[in-house]
């Protein structure tokens, strides 16, 4: 299977720790976004990355949220310092290129991965 | 009273009906959406697509229509089958060289009956 892998699938945190969560790209990939969704909303856009360089962070919290796409190894979105608010599931999506008006370039999501904080 | 949380929109069709799910969209930029399925516990899973030079796409028993005008996209569905049940996002796109910060819309539920 070459999708979008996210780890863990399930992640429990006590208020104040700290949450790490994993993205590999679709194979050839080297865009990569994390969005987060609330129960029963929408995704919300959170952060766009290439290698080694944040794109677009209009999305993030400006505190204790952090993401990384580092030269070789996952993407990585950290939270800090968790509150109950942070409870979600958060998707990781990849794309071949950023251009939306190329026939046949979409992006695709991975399966998430669910936090919740107690 | 206050609303404690938010209830999607549910459509209702019984197995071999054609589906039509909406979505109004309000960015007159956007020229790019996808349409996703979401089942419970899973990641959304693209369905179609189409840009914003076409009103109308077809896929394999879906259809999306495009009506810029308005700023309105639907999903059709034919032959509705059990294993369509799910939740069903439109998102969009705009700047279309500038990634996919992609902006979803509350999603609608399709409830398949026998």
């Known amino acids: 299977n070459a999708g979008v892998m996210q780890n863990p699938r399930h992640l429990v945190r006590r208020r104040g720790q700290e949450a790490r969560l994993r993205c590999s790209p679709m194979?050839?990939?080297?865009?990569v976004y994390w969005y987060r969704q609330l129960p029963e909303e929408g995704l919300k856009f959170m952060v766009y990355?290439?290698?080694?360089?944040?794109?677009?962070e209009s999305g993030m919290p400006k505190e204790r949220f952090s993401a990384e796409f580092p030269k070789e190894g996952p993407s990585i979105l950290r939270i800090q310092q968790v509150v109950r608010g942070d409870s979600a599931a958060y998707f990781c999506?990849?794309?071949?290129?950023?251009?939306?008006?190329?026939?046949?370039?979409?992006?695709?999501f991975g399966e998430g991965s669910w936090l919740t904080v107690v | 009273g206050e609303s404690v949380g938010l209830h999607l929109p549910t459509l209702s069709v019984q197995e071999g009906d054609n589906s039509i799910i909406n979505c109004a969209y309000s960015?007159?930029?956007?020229?790019?959406f996808i349409w996703y399925k979401q089942e419970s516990g899973k990641g959304p899973q693209f369905i179609i697509d189409?840009?914003?030079?076409?009103d109308k796409r077809q896929g394999q028993r879906v259809t999306v229509l495009l009506n810029k005008t308005v700023k309105h996209l639907s999903l059709q569905i034919a032959a509705t089958q059990p294993g369509d049940s799910a939740v069903y996002f439109c998102?969009?796109?705009?700047?279309?060289?500038?990634?996919?910060?992609?902006?979803f819309g509350k999603g609608t539920s399709l409830l398949v009956t026998p």
């Open positions: 194979k050839g990939h080297s865009h």
């Open positions: 189409i840009r914003s030079n076409m």
């Open positions: 960015n007159s930029a956007s020229d790019y």
């Open positions: 999506a990849s794309s071949l290129t950023s251009d939306s008006s190329v026939i046949g370039n979409t992006i695709y």
């Open positions: 990355l290439q290698k080694e360089n944040i794109i677009d």
């Open positions: 998102a969009e796109n705009t700047e279309s060289n500038s990634g996919y910060a992609l902006n």
